[in-house]
T-cell receptor, first 118, second 113 residues
Framework: GAVVSQHPSRVICKSGTSVKIECRSL??????MFWYRQFPKKSLMLMAT?????????EQGVEKDKFLINHASLTLSTLTVTSAHPEDSSFYIC??????????????FGEGSWLTVV | AQSVAQPEDQVNVAEGNPLTVKCTYS??????LFWYVQYPNRGLQFLLK??????LVKGSYGFEAEFNKSQTSFHLKKPSALVSDSALYFC???????????FGTGTRLQVFP
């Protein structure tokens, strides 16, 4: 079964509004989570590394004020797309690093969230 | 810099035949290698990983991969392909300094009945 849960799976929002996507590790603690964006028929583009209890580390070219990341607990990271525009429409995927003995040294992915900005 | 290459954009194979999806890597130090599969409109599912130990790694859904240090390869294999194996496959290496996964460009596997 899924070990990383992502919600919502699909969301439609109006241009100019903000939308929040949640990523939860279900049966392990994750001090590190990652947020990706995937364009159609393309590989994943890493947006940022989310660290529990500290600020996220953004990849070059990703606007940190537009894509707010909060990693408030060891099982939850959120991505908020602020003032969304149609060009932000995409498939967003999170992943979580498991370092525990049972699922150790593996990065598990959520099911992804389709964002459509109209 | 660490990198992963998947030289084939698409692999076509008939159902029941063996399949191979190629991956080569370039890393400094020991590689942590992964294979993931992505079905349409879904996230990535973990298939298998190589960290250390036996060069032949067995994973989910009957897949396996062979780590070859001399050829810096980590090809994904399955003895008998199923139509349901049709999906997008990603090879990745973990950057141990940052924990980031560095992905290949993906290979689309098409299994024909």
């Amino acid at each position: 079964g899924a070990v990383v849960s992502q919600h919502p799976s699909r969301v439609i929002c109006k241009s100019g509004t903000s939308v929040k996507i949640e990523c939860r590790s279900l049966d392990f603690q994750a001090t590190t989570m990652f947020w990706y964006r995937q364009f159609p028929k393309k590989s994943l583009m890493l947006m940022a590394t989310s660290n529990e209890g500290s600020k996220a580390t953004y990849e070059q070219g990703v606007e940190k004020d537009k894509f707010l990341i909060n990693h408030a607990s060891l099982t939850l990271s959120t991505l908020t797309v602020t003032s969304a525009h149609p060009e932000d429409s995409s498939f967003y995927i999170c992943s979580a690093l498991s370092t525990g003995r049972r699922k150790g040294n593996t990065i598990y992915f959520g099911e992804g969230s389709w964002l459509t900005v109209v | 810099a660490q990198s992963v290459a998947q030289p084939e954009d698409q692999v076509n194979v008939a159902e029941g035949n063996p399949l191979t999806v190629k991956c080569t890597y370039s890393v400094s130090g020991n590689p942590y290698l992964f294979w993931y599969v992505q079905y349409p409109n879904r996230g990535l599912q973990f298939l298998l990983k190589y960290i250390t130990g036996d060069n032949l790694v067995k994973g989910s859904y009957g897949f396996e991969a062979e780590f070859n240090k001399s050829q810096t390869s980590f090809h994904l294999k399955k003895p008998s392909a199923l139509v349901s194996d049709s999906a997008l496959y990603f090879c990745a290496v973990r950057d141990m300094a940052t924990d980031k996964l560095i992905f290949g460009t993906g290979t689309r596997l098409q299994v024909f009945p």
